[in-house]
């Protein structure tokens, strides 16, 4: 069981556990305004709506997952938290979401799925969509199956989801993922082919001299003007100073739902 400030997680049997990179989406992803809905992709144990229910206070949000152990993990620790009602676990695939939106979607849901999503997925449904999405494309699977679902893109590629989230975000919505920066120009190329254009983004690195290893990504749907812009400038996170201890950056961002202990060691406590 990891305990944060507000609520507690448990990732015993979830693909998805709790780790660095969901943490960083979920403090890094950033609507223009205040999302009033909110979809997380691939939820996994479901830290990553969690940690967004603690920062939109009035945000409903929908995780789903297409493992269905996952899905109870995540309905098991929405219940204990303190935002219970404004949270819900779905199986299904995010190809499933956006074929369905409109009617009544073919989702196995949590027992106390919120109101707004009762009676089916509307098309422009979420304000904002996060996914911490399976990136492994040509690397050694696992054996197991449920984690090879989790880890590698043969359910879920990258032009699958640019193009499925674009049609259940509303105008002027948001989406964030977080993905290796070595796949930072295919993630731009098939973002721009597929109608996205870069708000803005964060490098992950381990030190101020290390190369970035993650990126967190804010897309908008394309406009015509947006279309041609200069890429922006990307915001530098460094998770660790030079003398190795938690930089003060990603102390300050993590602070409100860590429980931190000391940041010359171990840091934040689980």
């Known amino acids: 069981m990891f305990s944060f400030k507000q609520f507690t997680v448990s990732d015993q049997g979830a693909t998805m556990k709790v780790g660095t990179d969901a943490v960083l989406l979920a403090t890094l992803a950033s609507p223009d305004k205040p999302p009033a809905s909110i979809l997380d992709v691939g939820t996994g144990c479901g830290v990553i709506a969690l940690i967004l229910a603690q920062r939109f206070e009035h945000a409903q949000i929908m995780a789903i997952d297409i ?96 193009a499925d989230t674009r049609q259940l975000l509303k105008p002027g919505g948001t ?58 400038t990307p915001h530098a996170l460094h998770m660790r100073d030079a003398d190795n201890r938690y930089s003060e950056a990603y102390y300050q961002l993590t602070s409100p739902y860590y429980l931190w202990r000391d940041r010359a060691k171990d840091g934040h406590t689980d």
């Open 67 to 162: 493992d269905g152990p996952s899905v109870h993990i995540a309905s098991e620790n929405f219940e204990r938290s303190p935002w219970s009602q404004r949270l819900s676990a779905h199986q299904c695939s995010l190809q499933q979401l956006a074929r369905n939106s409109g009617d009544n979607a073919n989702t196995t849901t949590s027992e106390h799925a919120h109101p707004r999503f009762a009676n089916g997925i509307p098309s422009s449904s979420f304000d904002m969509i996060v996914s911490n999405p399976p990136y492994f494309s040509h690397s050694l699977k696992n054996d197991d199956p449920r984690k090879r679902l989790a880890r590698h893109d043969d359910q879920l590629p990258l032009e699958a989801l640019f």
């Open 175 to 232: 989406l964030s993922l977080i993905l290796p920066f070595e796949q930072h120009d295919h993630t731009l190329q098939t973002a721009q082919i597929l109608g996205w254009t870069l708000h803005h983004w964060t490098t992950i690195h381990n030190q101020p001299s290390s190369p970035a290893k993650r990126a967190v990504y804010n897309f908008v749907v394309q406009s015509d003007r947006a279309s041609s812009e200069v890429l922006p």
